[in-house]
């Protein structure tokens, strides 16, 4: 089995549709990568157990999604030197917001990478991730760059 280079994090299932798009994402780049449920807040101990782990397996970064008062990226970054990427998710009567501001206001010290609210987020962190790990791999870097120009083939006419 391959060994996972990112972990994909949840606070809920109920996360798992938005969180989806990341995992599409990465599978379109071939990068291999695991998807779990732990909620900071109502699996504690299993959060930082699995934050305290990852790099021994090999995993190079974390994705994370929550919504509410989302914590999730934090206390990930808590237990790991591994770059944390947070996406807020839109699941309460704030839309977003409430785990904007939870996810992207880090006391300083302990980083999180914070992505735009909602799908859009989970995309970047996706390609986010694979930035990361282009740096150390070249035909990684190579597919980047052919994701942005399809990406411009499909703005320019004709
Ligand atoms: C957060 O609360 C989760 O990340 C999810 O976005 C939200 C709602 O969770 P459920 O009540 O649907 O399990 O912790």
């Keep these: 089995m391959t060994t996972p280079k990112i972990g994909i994090l949840m606070g809920s299932k109920s996360d798992a549709d938005i969180m989806g798009e990341t995992a599409r994402i990465l599978e379109e780049f071939g990068v291999p990568h695991e998807m779990k449920v732990l909620s900071a807040h109502r699996t504690p101990q299993e959060t930082s157990e699995y934050a305290q782990s990852a790099e021994g397996r090999g995993i190079q970064a974390l994705i994370a999604g929550a919504g509410y008062a989302a914590h999730l990226a934090g206390a990930l970054a808590a237990h790991s030197t ?77």
């Excluded at 996406?87 to 977003?96: F, N, R």
């Excluded at 904007?100 to 991730?129: E, R, Y």
């Design 82 to 158: 591994l770059p944390i990427i947070g996406v807020p998710l839109e699941a309460s009567s704030l839309k977003g917001l409430d785990s904007l501001l939870s996810t992207v206001q880090m006391p300083k010290g302990i980083p999180v990478a914070c992505m735009g609210i909602g799908k859009a987020g989970a995309i970047n962190a996706a390609l986010f991730a694979v930035q990361i790990l282009s740096r150390s791999d070249p035909a990684l870097a190579q597919k980047l760059k052919e994701y942005r120009e399809k990406m411009r083939q499909e703005i320019l006419p004709g």
